[in-house]
């Protein structure tokens, strides 16, 4: 199914060496063990890279600083700087990407199967408004990547009809599920044995598709993501490298839409999060 998924990537000009990625980051370590709430909000899951200590921004955040992709080891030392700089040259990013995270318009929550939870009369009023805001924008969109449950696909399905000719990608990734144990906890959410399930493949989905451009890209780009609140919520943590056990503090309305910008430096900022100013009150939900 990944690989399936990294072709399809490739199809739309995109794919940047993502597999890779992707594949990497399904090895998962040890989940935190026990101790008290102090500790364990100290000790993040191994999958999400995250570390004890935060406040410096990790310039390598996405392993994709050009020095880390240069074997030194190989360096001639009769060229000496020169043909380091040049070696660096070619790692860089040139191009800004922009990330379009949506979520799923309202839906039927009460349907016994996943097939069933389709979107509302309401929901697809959302949809409509949010894929005639992106048209709107003006943008040429590069490609639409969505989750494959049924919310997702309907949403993505009703958007598309305002951007016609975008590619569009599906893929279970991003299909929702509950990221990492949340900070402060909450007596209602999961044993930590879906964190650990769910976690690796949205720590996968981050890996995969948010980082700096690959080097190869000469334009800036411009590409959608529709998917779920929880997911969303997650990668913005992890985007900022603000603490990922944060993710339930942020809420996000259906149809919402939040912008993030990852220039060629590798550094990363949010430019909307949750934005639903173009719909009106009354079609305004977050179920």
Partial sequence: MAFRQALQLAACGLAGGSAAVLFSAVAVGKPRGGGDADTR???????????????????NWDRREPLSLVNLKKRNVESGEDELTSRLDHYKAKATRHIFLIRHSQYHVDGSLEKDRTLTPLGREQAELTGLRLASLGLKFNKIVHSSMTRAVETTDIISKHLPGVCRVSTDLLREGAPIEPDPPVSHWKPEAVYYEDGAR????????????D?????????????????????????LQFPPEGWLRLSLNNGS????????????ALRTLGDTGFMPPDKITRS
């Fill in 202 to 213: 949205i720590e996968a989905a981050f890996r995969n598709y948010i980082h700096r451009a």
């Fill in 257 to 268: 839409i939040t912008h993030l910008v990852i220039r060629p430096n590798g550094r990363v």
């Fill in 41 to 59: 909000a100290t000790e993040p899951p191994a999958w999400t890279g995250a570390r004890a200590g935060r406040g410096v921004w990790d310039t």
């Fill in 215 to 239: 080097a190869r890209q000469e334009e800036d780009s411009y590409e959608i993501f529709i998917c779920h609140a929880n997911v969303i919520r997650y990668i913005v943590c992890r985007a």
